[in-house]
Structure formats: C-alpha cells, structure tokens
C-alpha cells in the first residue's frame, strides 16, 4: 500500500461509492490506491487514453518532492504514470499497451501538429536505484523503431539510470535524443514537475 496521502491509505471498498462502481464495470484502471488513467476506447494496440486521473496529478506532485517514493509503484503503475504524463502534455493521442505482447512497446504516443507529427514509441523501466537499464534494452528499443510503421523515435524512461557504458556502442550517441530519448530518474522527475505546475 503506498502511502500518498488519504486517497493512498484507502482499500478499495473505501473508495468512493462512483469510484468503485465504475472500477467494477471495468471502465477504467483501478490500482489498489485508485484509478490513475481513465480510458477512452480499446484499440488494436492497447487502451487509448481519454485522460488521466486526479490520482495522477496527486502522484506526480508527491513524486516531484520525493523520489523515494518513486520505488514504491509497480511496474504496471509506472508505465500508467508514463502515459499519463504524455496526456498531460498535450500530445494528442496515448495508448498504453497490453501487460504482455506489447512487442516492446508500454506506452505509444502520437502528436499530431499541422506539420511534423511524431510517434514516440515508449519503454519504461521501474528500477532499484541500484539497477541501471543496460545497453542491450537501447539496442533493443531500437530494433523495435526499425520495425514499426510510423514509428518517429523511442523513449526509455527510468526511475533508475543508465549503464555506465551505453555510449562504448558506436554510432550510439548521433541517435541520442534524434532517434532514442533516453530519460533517467532525474529527467523523469523534472518532467513530472514541470508537468503539475501551476496547477
């Protein structure tokens, strides 16, 4: 149970009546502390966003001042954090994929301006402060670019680091941020900051 003030501390069945009726309907995501996304439609590539939660904004700021807390969400939570953090930045359509069979891919996040759209391919790693994202995953996620129609750049975020050695692969860096944004825990916190000001 994670400890994000009242909403946080409260079980389920303590939600609020509107909040557990519409979870029980499965029209939107519900953690064991609350709902952090609320969903639009289902696609062929996952669930596409509609928008985030009040949850989320409450869990962005508490991350924004401490980023202990940071390990205390899951995986699946992070990568709902992840969407939700593209909703909120204007970007015009988010699909957080599948648990599994995602081919790679958490969350896709397209904007579409009147010239130069972008489709962000995003991979979100929550780990220890002790456990870095190695350069096998950047490879990875950059095999998963070549393979996907449309695909613009990817986006590794992580509340951790990355591999001291990432850029000892050659040509590495001239894809870094043009084709592979790379985002460690810090980056990912000012992000989420940046993202609840002035609200």
Do not use: C
Not at 175 to 197: F, H, S, Y
């Amino acid at each position: 149970m994670l400890g994000f003030g009242p909403i946080g501390s409260a079980p389920i069945g303590a939600l609020p009546e509107e909040v557990t009726r519409i979870a029980q309907s499965s029209q939107i995501i519900v953690l064991a502390h609350g709902a952090l996304l609320i969903p639009e439609a289902n696609v062929s590539e996952g669930m596409l966003v509609k928008t985030y939660a009040d949850l989320w904004l409450q869990l962005a700021r508490e991350l924004g001042n401490d980023w202990t807390k940071a390990f205390n969400l899951s995986d699946r939570e992070w990568e709902e954090m992840l969407a939700g953090a593209f909703k909120r930045d204007n970007f015009d359509e988010v699909i957080l994929t599948p648990r599994s069979g995602d081919h790679g891919r958490d969350v896709i996040a397209f904007r579409k301006p009147m010239v130069g759209s972008i489709r962000i391919l995003a991979s979100m790693k929550a780990y220890s402060p002790s456990n870095t994202v190695p350069r096998s995953h950047v490879d990875e996620m950059l095999g998963v670019l070549t393979r996907e129609p449309g695909g613009t750049k990817t986006l590794i975020a992580t509340t951790s680091d990355f591999a001291p050695d990432l850029f000892a692969a050659p040509g590495l860096k001239n894809l870094v941020p043009g084709k592979v944004e790379l985002m460690n825990g810090a980056k990912l916190q000012q992000w989420l900051t940046a993202l609840t000001q002035n609200t």
